[in-house]
């Protein structure tokens, strides 16, 4: 087993754990931010060892830097104290969610030696800053661009509505 297949084992498996973690855990919001934030770092590992070394940066810093302290924000705003539902079918729910999910997991994994295709190497610059700048640039511009004025009408709606607020 060599070093980089063992270091893809462990971000996986930390990537699993982090995200069951998070999707359990309905009691604690920030506590499920906070695995939210390991599995992205953890994907964030896989993208370094595939030597995607913008991507991987690009997953540290955008969603687990920019994504992460919105959702804990928002979550701070709201300030829920009461929970939705009571303790015994929080229960239930999470049995049942992890039973569905290992069947799902049994039968995917049943059915994946059969699927996967043959490994190809990866091509000369993945995950590099020209290859990323020149499909973003070029192909991508058009919904780039529309992302980009979405966002904008997002701030400026919710300085709008804190303004409201204020006055």
Known sequence: M??????????????LISALG???????????AMCLVATMLSLAGVYLLLDAYLI?????????????V????????????????????????KALAVVLGGYVMWRFLKLLPGMLPPEKPIPAGFGGY???????FTRWVLPFEVTS?????????????AKR???
């Not at 991987?56 to 992460?68: E, K, P, R, S």
């Open 2 to 15: 060599t070093t980089s297949l063992l270091f893809f084992y462990f971000f996986a498996a930390v990537a």
């Open 22 to 32: 998070m999707v359990l855990n309905t009691r604690n919001t920030v506590a499920a």
């Open 56 to 68: 991987a940066a690009i997953q540290v810093l955008v969603y687990a830097g920019a994504i992460v």
């Open 70 to 93: 919105l959702f804990v924000f928002v979550v701070m705003l709201l300030n829920l104290r009461s929970d939705a539902f009571p303790p015994s079918r929080q229960v239930l729910s």
């Open 130 to 136: 020209e290859a990323v700048a020149i499909e973003l």
């Open 149 to 161: 004025f979405l966002l904008l009408a997002a701030i400026v709606g919710a300085v709008v509505l």
């Open 165 to 167: 607020r204020l006055d």
